[in-house]
């Protein structure tokens, strides 16, 4: 699966406001080491820096598109391709090597693709230094009416062979309190709460596409040669306009439920 720099920006505003508000919610640590795991095209990572201006701060992601912008954007930062899995459980078996490396990890909207939460999450308090913070922050929007419509297209075409991976690339999440208790046994104080943001964009059903072109729908279109893809389109986009309708100045809310998780060790 592929990701776009451009697609995901086109809506930078809506997307940043999230990791704003994550990374308001951090105490006041003093770190020299900060990383933004996912960063994509470094949005977040800007904001990381800012909040933490004696930091060395780096970015990684395993997209080559996304870190090319960030490294254009930020070209004084360190950034880094790599696949988040590889880089949480590279020296897992060695604690020594593996502890006290970040006073503050970020993850903004990226650990939702990743799996087995009840390995991931304290492999990342792992890496933390003692007082050090874990910053996550992901859509909680699997049941939203956006994310059903795409399974459901998905699964009622010609195409639904080769979407059934696409379907389970995101599983879903747990409640806050598994997350709160899981981190509790970590040996982290952990701070967890739900927001769901109401997007007004311009443009109706169409600007519904073009924001999930940019993340959920990025599995399913990317399987299909160019007429699926188009005619894919078609269909959800004819469906989101019956789920959200234009208001009178032709701009549409989209409710969008997101998950905050800030895990101090």
Partial sequence: ???????????????????????????????????????????????????????????????PDMIAAARQRLPGLKF???????????????????????????????????????????ALVAKLARGGGLAVQMPDNLGEPAHVLMREIAAGGPWAGKLKAACAARAAMPGAGWYYELLRCAGCKTDIWRTTYHHALSGGAPAVV?????????PFIAALDEGERAEFLRRYEAAVAQVYPALPDGSVLLPFPRLFIVAVR
């Avoid at 391709?81 to 949480?88: A, G, K």
């Avoid at 459980?89 to 502890?99: I, K, R, T």
Wanted: with cysteine.
């Fill in 80 to 122: 880094d391709i790599d696949d988040i899995e590889r880089w949480v459980y590279e020296n897992a078996g060695n604690a020594n090597a593996n502890a006290g490396r970040f006073e503050v990890i970020l993850a903004n909207a990226v650990l939702q693709w990743v799996p087995d939460h009840a390995k991931l999450f304290p």
């Fill in 210 to 218: 073009e924001w999930f072109k940019g993340s959920g729908l990025r």
């Fill in 1 to 63: 699966m592929t990701w776009s720099a451009k697609q995901y920006v086109a809506f930078e505003d809506e997307r940043t406001r999230p990791v704003r508000d994550l990374l308001a919610a951090l105490p006041a640590i003093e770190a020299r080491g900060a990383i933004d795991i996912g960063c994509g095209p470094g949005n977040s990572t800007e904001l990381l820096a800012a909040r933490f201006p004696g930091a060395e701060v780096t970015g990684l992601d395993s997209s």
